[in-house]
């Protein structure tokens, strides 16, 4: 069994900086595909940025360039470096994890990190 543990949320004022850490137990594969997702209230939940464990990433357009996702596989941790937050990058965020196992897709997710941006 997988588990995805984040931390380093909290509040922030505009322009600030945040990193987040998800630590990952049990199963994890330097083959699966891991990264962070955000759900703000009333919005549905989006993907942010996601790395490869060959340290291929790829970004949403609104944090291009203000995040950094970063990958230890010898530690099963992810990271996130956030800076120049704004208001609307407010969201609880989630790890995830994709991978294959035996032969199945699966999709292992944190239980979330509240990041709030505001004055």
């Known amino acids: 069994q997988v588990q995805l543990v984040e931390s380093g949320g909290g509040l922030v004022q505009p322009g600030g900086s945040l990193r987040l850490s998800c630590a990952a137990s049990?199963?994890?594969?330097?083959?699966?595909?891991m990264g962070w997702f955000r759900q703000a209230p009333g919005k549905e939940r989006e993907s942010v940025a996601l790395i490869t464990g060959g340290g291929s990433s790829n970004y949403a357009s609104s944090v291009k360039g203000r995040f950094t996702i970063s990958r230890d596989n010898a530690k099963n941790t992810v990271y996130l470096q956030m800076n120049s937050l704004k208001p609307e990058d407010t969201a609880v965020y989630y790890c995830t994890a994709h991978g294959v196992r035996s032969g199945e897709v699966v999709d292992y997710w944190g239980q979330g990190t509240q990041v709030t941006v505001s004055s």
């Open positions: 049990g199963s994890i594969f330097s083959s699966d595909v």
